[in-house]
């Protein structure tokens, strides 16, 4: 990973659909407001489009951490705005100032943390853990079940 300068900023932008709403996917009781977990999503992809350019290739940076505030409602049909800025690098590990905004004002404001890993090391660690798992399964007797291939093609 090259160096991430404190101050790099990313951003990323979703049309709120009635996927994204929280009485779709969560509970029909909910009103049919962006649901909170939809905002962290794109608040973490802000914060890894601020340091995208600075990965190498093989790399990638997964969240580690969210504290977030989801400050008002919005409607589906609205574009919602996230933004990413870093305020912290230590080494691998990342730390971001996010807040996340409607077409009349901001939703949501937060802190992120994300550390860089390498993918291949990661590949090799998730596919010892699906190993351990099925193992675990067989030795007590339960059935066990492959979960489908993600776009990856891996699990």
Request: avoid cysteine.
């Given at each position: ?61 997964v969240g580690t951490k969210v504290e977030v505030s989801h400050l008002a409602a919005t409607p589906a049909g609205q ?77």
């Amino acid at each position: 990973m090259k160096d991430v300068p404190i101050g790099a900023k990313g951003s990323y932008a979703m049309l709120v659909g009635p996927q994204h709403l929280a009485s779709q996917f969560k509970d029909a009781i909910l009103p049919p407001v962006f649901a909170t977990p939809m905002m962290v999503l794109a608040m973490e992809n802000a914060a890894l489009n601020a340091i995208r350019e600075y990965l190498e290739p093989g790399e990638s940076a997964v969240g580690t951490k969210v504290e977030v505030s989801h400050l008002a409602a919005t409607p589906a049909g609205q574009w919602v705005r996230a933004e990413a800025e870093v305020v912290g690098s230590e080494g691998r590990h990342l730390a971001f100032r996010v807040a996340a905004f409607d077409e009349t004002e901001t939703i949501g404001t937060g802190t992120h943390e994300r550390v860089v890993v390498d993918l291949e090391r990661t590949g090799r660690r998730l596919e010892a853990k699906r190993r351990e798992a099925r193992e675990a399964k067989e030795a007590r007797g339960a059935t066990v079940v492959e979960a489908p291939a993600g776009p990856s093609g891996r699990p």
